[in-house]
């Protein structure tokens, strides 16, 4: 069985024979893979995925709203929990921050690997977000 990719936006994707060590997030990291198939991810599916996120993302807002401490705010299991559910949430966590200003950073680094902010900018909610919004745009998540 091959690896797959999820992209609420895109779909799945089933991979040629990669084994699970030459996959991380969906993504191969080896120079040739096949693409076996491209699934359209069902709109069901898509719904679930916003549903949990939601439900989750709730749960984060209004257990840590008076916590001052950023690492206990992104170290909470609702937190934690939206992280594991994988880069198919990465669309749901922009239109949040672009929605507002909160604590995605950390989640977004770790579902994208990217990180747009400027070193300069680190601990700047206001440009921390406007980076990471023109990062979205840019690459087509927004």
């Given at each position: 069985m091959g690896a797959y990719c999820c992209d609420p936006l895109i779909g799945y994707r089933e991979w040629g024979e990669a084994d699970e060590k030459n996959v991380t997030c969906g993504v191969a990291e080896r120079d040739k893979v096949d693409i076996l198939e491209f699934?359209?991810?069902?709109?069901?599916?898509?719904?679930?995925?916003r549903d949990q996120f939601a439900m989750w993302a709730k749960v984060w807002r209004n257990e840590t709203r008076n916590i001052s401490n950023v690492r206990e705010v992104i170290g909470h299991y609702a937190y934690r929990r939206?992280?594991?559910m994988g880069p198919a949430v990465v669309p749901f966590i922009l239109k949040e921050l672009e929605r507002?200003?909160?604590?995605?950073?950390?989640?977004?680094?770790?579902?994208?690997?990217?990180?747009?902010?400027?070193?300069k900018y680190a601990g700047n909610v206001?440009?921390?977000r406007e980076a990471w919004l023109i990062w979205a745009r840019k690459n087509k998540k927004l």
């Open positions: 699934v359209p991810i069902p709109e069901q599916k898509v719904e679930e995925i939206i992280i594991e507002a200003p909160d604590f995605w950073f950390y989640a977004l680094r770790k579902l994208t690997t990217a990180n747009p902010v400027r070193q206001k440009k921390m």
